[in-house]
C-alpha cells in the first residue's frame, strides 16, 4: 500500500490549519458535497482573508437550489448521477444549484464576503452550461 501523492480528503472535514491557502481551485465538485454549505465554509476556513476560491458548477436549478439529498441522507428527489470516467453509474448530485440563491444561501452564509461570476458558456456539447465562480473570503 503507498501513500498516494495526492491527499484524498472529504471536503467537509479538510485536514489543512486555517488561514493556509491563498486560492482553492474546484471544478464540478460542489453539487457532489452532501453538505454543500459545510464544503463552502471548510474551504472559507482554509484560505487567507482575501483568498479566493474560483470553482465551478452547473447551474441546472431555475430560480432556487434544489436539495435532491440532505445532508443527513435523506433522498427527496429521485437519484440524478453525473458523468464520472470512474464509475458506471456516474456520481451522485445531491444539490442542484440556482445563480438566483448561490450567494445568499450557500456562500455568504459560509463566510465569504463576495461572489462574481468569472465566466459562464457552454463548454462542452453534452453537459450543462458550466459558470466559473470566484468567491473572495
Not at 53 to 69: D, G, H, T
Not at 84 to 92: E, F, M, Q, S, Y
Not at 94 to 100: G, L, Q
Amino acid at each position: 500500500n503507498e501513500t498516494p501523492l495526492i491527499p484524498h480528503m472529504d471536503l467537509t472535514n479538510l485536514m489543512f490549519l486555517d488561514n493556509t491557502f491563498s486560492i482553492v481551485l474546484s471544478e464540478h465538485v460542489m453539487e457532489h458535497v452532501q453538505d454543500p454549505i459545510r464544503g463552502f465554509k471548510e474551504i472559507c476556513r482554509i484560505l487567507k482573508p482575501g483568498g479566493r476560491f474560483i470553482f465551478s458548477i452547473p447551474l441546472q436549478a431555475k430560480n432556487r437550489s434544489v436539495v435532491r439529498v440532505t445532508p443527513e441522507g435523506k433522498k427527496l428527489l429521485k437519484d440524478f448521477y453525473h458523468l464520472d470516467p470512474l464509475r458506471d453509474k456516474g456520481v451522485l448530485v445531491y444539490t442542484d444549484f440556482a445563480i438566483d440563491d448561490l450567494e445568499s444561501k450557500y456562500i455568504k452564509k459560509s463566510g465569504f464576503r463576495k461572489l462574481k461570476i468569472i465566466n459562464s458558456k457552454n463548454h462542452s456539447t453534452n453537459a450543462f452550461p458550466t459558470t466559473f465562480f470566484e468567491a473572495v473570503k
